[in-house]
């Protein structure tokens, strides 16, 4: 089977600097110290898939070729290839030294042009708009080429990201063997244009077909909250009030989302729609960076260099359960080991909690992954001092 190749290396550079979104600011976030996020993200994808296809899972002994551009477009992410294994490797042109969307579009002409199977892509929502543009552009049987996400970006509402870099590689070979039929999938990203006037909504901007996996494509980000809701938010916020009053020293840091904002507004305090901020007595940080949060957090110690009382509050996305990884690149593995396991606490409303059997968590660090897999529950406020523990999905 012959697998195009995209990675968008700009994707996913903003995120722990508590950019919203990384179109159009890749030098600025270059500039401000941002390490590539995207070609990691795909390198670890593809060097899971080579060793799913060396192993007993390739049961049909399938091979695969890899078709991408050289450079940070494809084949720089590229793991060298061992000759045992029955993968190979195909470039149809470079990199420019500046890339872009036409270059994606570029790139994916070229990988319809050499007859790939399906895109296996590195980015975020942006990149996806990019790619399904491309092929509404060469028509209706492009269309149908089936998308695989490696989540790089900063927000992956789509459907067709798979939950994490491993999942996709899983995907892929399940694809490979015939395992997985294809279907058609939304295709989210954040209306900007609204969100400039503090609204977040997200729109649908098309489809693609994906392979169908519940267990490792995350679905498509859904937007659940109701007005009819404000008597469940009322008492969520009299939970974290009740908190805040029970301790004088509590830090409170308030995760990003719509659920959390309107907590927010009822303890009067104005926090960040899509950003990180934290209370602590009458003061309020807004949108904080990755560098900020450790700053801060790090000085939230006793004299014996103890932490002091903390409590990191996070909102499940709704239609996909990620508590950590999308939208919120600030937690930083960095900064949720700062903050502790024990000191996390889900927030949702419960519209949020129908059908939310297990949350995702999407770190970054397989190690960090791993010790939340450990502890194997969430515990996740529902109400005034109403809490039920949620099981960690497995990746």
Known sequence: MRIGIVVNPDAGLGGKLGFKGSDGRAA????????????????????????LTASSLNRNQTSLTFVAWEGRMGSAWIPQVDNSVAVGTEWVGSTPDSTSAEDTSSLVNALLDAEVDALLYAGGDG??????????????????????????????????????????????????????????????????????????????????????????????????????????????????????????????????GGTLRRMGERLNQSLTLLGIDIQHGGSLHNDLDESELIRILGEHVDEDGQQRPLLLLLSPMGGQGFLIGRGNLQLSPTVLRLVGHTNILGVATPSKLIGLEA?????????????FQTKRFIKILQGFRTTRLIRVAEV
């Open 28 to 51: 600025e976030a270059r500039a401000a110290g941002a390490e590539d996020r995207a070609g990691p993200r795909m390198q670890q994808c593809l060097t899971h898939l080579q060793s």
């Open 127 to 256: 990149t996806t708009r990019d790619i399904v543009k491309a092929l509404e552009n060469r028509g209706e049987a492009a269309q149908e080429t089936p998308l695989i996400g490696v989540p790089g970006g900063v927000k992956m509402h789509s459907g067709c990201f798979a939950t994490t870099p491993k999942a996709a590689a899983e995907v892929v070979l399940s694809f490979a063997l015939g395992d997985l039929r294809t279907a058609i999938t939304e295709v989210m990203d954040l209306d900007e244009v609204v969100y400039q006037e503090g609204v977040w909504k997200v729109r649908m901007y098309g489809e693609a077909w994906t392979p169908s996996s519940p267990r490792f494509m995350q679905g498509a980000k859904e937007q659940v909250e109701r007005v009819s809701e404000d008597d469940s938010i009322e008492g969520l916020a009299n939970h974290i009030g009740s908190l805040l009053e029970d301790e004088d020293d509590l830090m409170v840091v308030w995760g990003s």
């Open 359 to 371: 949350v995702r968590i999407d770190t970054g660090d397989e190690s960090l992954d791993d010790e």
